[in-house]
């Protein structure tokens, strides 16, 4: 098979972070800033090296016109955001200051492409623009002259974690939340590895030819004051500890009289919330609540204790079941010293109510979503991964009932952390998280009321997060500079917050809206004066014939940053989706958010693209002719870093628990699986594939509890 794209873009990244850069240095307005780059087809590493006694922390990079990014990696501790105009932000909380330097990778879709760059300070001022062309790497030079094989066993290959290699981490006593500087040397030279506290993995870097590493992490800041091991691993599971106390940010007692708080809790709560409650009391004690309902009864005790600085968080978050009845409930919370009463309304003006059946699911279950939503109308679901990857969506026909199930079944290499199901019906959307591998967090996200507005109307943005936390809004413009400065808003008690944007003097264009907490964020776009009535719309797919369950590509050309609705119909006539969106200031239309329902009905499908008057549709072929029988497909799939290759296993037709078996030419069973079937009857799966396999043709043999089948596929 051939390898996957972005095992090509990670290998030729770790290739190129270990070359030393030449220097071509193009700098408009100084040197200064010192802009140096080397490439490798269309993947080029671009290095910055501050010279200047202020401190940088944005570098934006854009290509000439006709030229796209198609990917790009950075170091850790920045983030980078590519904006509809094609431009990549980087940015980050540890500016960079005098001598120091930082990389970035980036993936193009042309060879060596010139990049220009722009350099801007902690004070939002640009202290640096240039152009850099990368300069190719030299052309390996063949060695005509025969020698003799030497004995590789009197040389062996020394890969990942080695009997002498140590590391350290600066400074010697860490505090919760603070950067600490790791630094490593005799590991396998030009390896990925991963860098643990106890478990749980914060990080990842590469070392260099010489197997030595430099690099920062971040402590998390819900991370517990105790003594820990920091752990390197390789990819074969090999480690290296280093043991040390973690200490609290500041060891001094706080103040006896703490006031008793409680937070997390809104005025209104809706049937499937997600609630995280904390607050403060009195210092080293603990705090009880006993809730009341709406009958006066008490139904639940919970406890929490209160640490030397007067905080306490209840160990787990709340998930408010989908059963619980209607009516005012009360909690009396006290910490032994006072005591106060809280009161809240579980209300039904939700129209979307899922919630997943337990709020931690493990590596190797199936993460199961359920509860209500409008009768007789579909709904879209999205699951995002904890890095927002997408992994899985669908569209549902929900029937006369109402009722809703989504499930997703999770390998034990799948990534730990807070999963988020975006559930879409009509113009309602709700996010429902859970945990894998460990409790869930509430990431920060932000909406708009309307995609378009008028220069002069008041956007109003909805944001949420975590309960009374305070995030960070910051307005991109079309050319690709801030818009104002960035602004600091309080959530409300139940995580949510709604500010006013005042679009008086925003010319027309597209805008990127980017909100944030620590290192999390979410962008959203929205645009100012684009106009309907575009002149002749052309739209397009990738393919002409599709199964239930694909997603569709749509592309096309109209006028120059125009407004437009996108539809997807049924053979019966039926709006599927319908959404709204706009071209680019090339007139390009590409909309990747539509997709088959994995029910959806054989026959011609059409998509329709319309603005004001003019209007385009096309149609698709939908195939689903029902088979008897266990249907198997392996394809191709993605390389997972750290991990390796993969192939993606799509099997219909089986139920319950389906075992399956991956078997090599000789007869050797060379992997065993175990999925539970979708309710659809589906799996659909990425399966590892085993260091050192072979390649060759290989079968996969598929049992459930009724009935069997099995296939042949390659591995090349």
């Known amino acids: 098979m051939n390898k996957s794209s972005m095992r090509g873009i990670f290998l030729s990244i770790v290739l190129l972070f270990s070359i030393t850069l030449v220097s071509i240095p193009d700098n408009v307005y100084g040197q200064e800033i010192n802009a140096n780059s080397i490439g490798l087809e269309e993947t080029v590493i671009i290095e910055f090296t501050n010279e200047l006694d202020k401190e940088i922390n944005t570098f934006r990079i854009w290509l000439g016109s006709g030229f796209n990014f198609e990917s790009f990696k950075t170091e850790k501790g920045w983030l980078g955001e590519k904006t509809p105009q094609g431009v990549i932000i980087f940015t980050t909380s540890e500016p960079i200051k005098k001598g120091e330097t930082v990389k970035f990778g980036i993936k193009t879709d042309t060879k060596n492409p010139g990049i220009n760059w722009k350099a801007i300070d902690t004070k939002s001022e640009q202290q640096g623009m240039g152009k850099v062309l990368p300069e190719e790497l030299p052309k390996v030079v063949e060695n005509t002259e025969i020698k003799p094989v030497e004995n590789i066993e009197d040389k062996p290959v020394e890969t990942g974690i080695l009997s002498d290699s140590v590391f350290r981490i600066i400074p010697e006593k860490p505090n919760i939340g603070s950067s600490i500087r790791v630094t490593g040397d005799n590991f396998g030279s030009s390896e990925e590895f991963d860098f643990y506290i106890d478990n749980s993995k914060i990080g990842s870097f590469v070392t260099d030819e010489n197997g030595h590493f430099m690099t920062t992490m971040q402590i998390p800041e819900n991370q517990n004051a105790d003594r820990v091991d920091f752990k390197v691993k390789d990819s074969e599971g090999g480690e290296k500890k280093y043991s040390v106390r973690i200490e609290e940010i500041d060891n001094r007692i706080a103040e006896e009289n703490v006031k008793l708080t409680i937070k997390g809790i809104p005025n209104v709560i809706h049937r499937g919330d997600f609630l995280e409650i904390s607050g403060t009391g009195d210092p080293n004690s603990a705090v009880t609540a006993e809730i009341t309902s709406p009958d006066g009864e008490i139904i639940n005790a919970r406890t929490a204790e209160i640490d030397a600085k007067g905080n306490w968080e209840l160990a787990e978050p709340i998930v408010v079941a989908l059963d619980t009845p209607f009516g005012k409930y009360s909690a009396t919370i006290t910490d032994g010293r006072e005591s106060i009463l809280k009161s809240w309304t579980v209300e039904s003006d939700k129209i979307i109510i899922v919630a997943p059946n337990k709020l931690k699911f493990e590596p190797g279950e199936v993460m199961i979503f359920n509860g209500t939503a409008l009768p007789n109308k579909p709904i879209e679901f999205i699951l995002e991964d904890p890095q927002g990857k997408e992994l899985f969506s669908d569209i549902i026909q929900i029937d006369e009932s109402g009722h809703v199930e989504f499930e997703y079944a999770t390998v034990q290499s799948s990534p730990k952390g807070t999963y988020t199901l975006i559930a879409t019906q009509e113009k309602d959307t709700e996010f429902i998280f859970a945990g894998l591998g460990q409790l869930p967090t509430t990431p920060v996200n932000l909406e708009f009321d309307e995609l378009n507005y008028n220069a002069g109307d008041t956007a109003i943005i909805s944001i949420t997060g975590k309960s009374s936390e305070i995030a960070s809004?910051?307005?991109?413009?079309?050319?690709?500079?801030?818009?104002?400065?960035?602004?600091?808003?309080?959530?409300?008690?139940?995580?949510?917050?709604?500010?006013?944007?005042?679009?008086?003097?925003?010319?027309?264009?597209?805008?990127?809206?980017?909100?944030?907490?620590?290192?999390?964020?979410?962008?959203?776009?929205?645009?100012?004066?684009?106009?309907?009535?575009?002149?002749?719309?052309?739209?397009?797919?990738?393919?002409?014939?599709?199964?239930?369950?694909?997603?569709?590509?749509?592309?096309?050309?109209?006028?120059?940053?125009?407004?437009?609705?996108?539809?997807?119909?049924?053979?019966?006539?039926?709006?599927?989706?319908?959404?709204?969106?706009?071209?680019?200031?090339?007139?390009?239309?590409?909309?990747?958010?539509?997709?088959?329902?994995?029910?959806?009905?054989?026959?011609?499908?059409?998509?329709?693209?319309?603005?004001?008057?003019?209007?385009?549709?096309?149609?698709?072929?939908?195939?689903?002719?029902?088979?008897?029988?266990?249907?198997?497909?392996?394809?191709?799939?993605?390389?997972?870093?750290?991990?390796?290759?993969?192939?993606?296993?799509?099997?219909?037709?089986?139920?319950?628990?389906?075992?399956?078996?991956?078997?090599?030419?000789?007869?050797?069973?060379?992997?065993?699986?175990?999925?539970?079937?979708?309710?659809?009857?589906?799996?659909?799966?990425?399966?590892?594939?085993?260091?050192?396999?072979?390649?060759?043709?290989?079968?996969?043999?598929?049992?459930?509890?009724?009935?069997?089948?099995?296939?042949?596929?390659?591995?090349?």
């Open 473 to 716: 809004l910051l307005i991109i413009d079309p050319s690709d500079k801030p818009k104002g400065d960035t602004v600091s808003i309080q959530l409300a008690p139940d995580g949510t917050a709604v500010y006013e944007l005042d679009l008086t003097g925003f010319a027309s264009g597209v805008y990127s809206a980017v909100v944030s907490k620590g290192t999390a964020q979410s962008t959203e776009i929205f645009t100012v004066g684009l106009q309907t009535g575009s002149g002749e719309i052309k739209i397009n797919t990738t393919k002409l014939d599709y199964s239930p369950g694909d997603s569709i590509l749509i592309l096309g050309d109209t006028g120059e940053n125009v407004l437009l609705t996108i539809s997807l119909a049924d053979p019966d006539g039926n709006i599927v989706k319908e959404k709204d969106t706009f071209s680019d200031k090339n007139g390009k239309i590409s909309e990747s958010t539509f997709r088959i329902p994995s029910d959806g009905k054989g026959g011609m499908w059409s998509i329709n693209a319309k603005s004001g008057s003019n209007f385009h549709t096309i149609e698709i072929d939908v195939i689903a002719t029902v088979t008897e029988g266990v249907q198997i497909s392996v394809e191709e799939g993605i390389n997972v870093p750290g991990v390796g290759d993969s192939m993606q296993i799509k099997i219909v037709g089986v139920s319950q628990t389906v075992q399956i078996e991956i078997i090599a030419a000789d007869g050797t069973v060379i992997d065993s699986l175990e999925f539970v079937a979708s309710s659809g009857g589906e799996i659909n799966q990425p399966w590892i594939i085993p260091k050192d396999t072979a390649p060759g043709t290989y079968t996969i043999k598929v049992e459930d509890a009724f009935t069997s089948a099995e296939d042949t596929f390659e591995i090349s």
